[in-house]
């Protein structure tokens, strides 16, 4: 009976086990690549003098007054926005009065 050369059988271990190391390296990167989340995103302007008007800020300045009204209008503006899924990420003050909010929410 003839024998295979010595060399073979650990060339063919190394080949079948770097084989299967491949592919249990490979799944997770491709599973991983998979679930990317992807977001959309918005520039949310807050200016006085486009809400000053609204009745909601009315309502809140009443309450709180001049002070505390603006960072109250802000979270009352966040609150609405967090309820449709958006999440707050930077908030950007260009002028004493104008305030930009930039949000992000997942994909669906």
């Not at 949310?44 to 002070?67: A, C, H, N, S, T």
């Not at 002028?95 to 929410?105: C, G, H, I, Q, S």
Request: glycine share 6%; charged share 30%.
């Amino acid at each position: 009976m003839r024998t295979a050369p010595n060399y073979l059988l650990p060339a063919f271990l190394v080949g079948a086990a770097l084989f299967a190391l491949g592919s249990v390296v490979s799944q997770p990167a491709a599973a991983q690549q998979a679930r990317v989340t992807q977001w959309e995103y918005r520039c949310f302007r807050l200016d006085p003098k486009d809400y000053e008007d609204k009745e909601d800020y009315k309502q809140i300045y009443k309450k709180v007054g001049r002070r505390g009204a603006e960072a109250a209008f802000y979270e009352r503006v966040l609150d609405y926005m967090g309820k449709d899924g958006w999440e707050l990420v930077s908030v950007e003050r260009r002028t004493p009065a104008v305030v930009y909010l930039y949000l992000k929410r997942r994909l669906s």
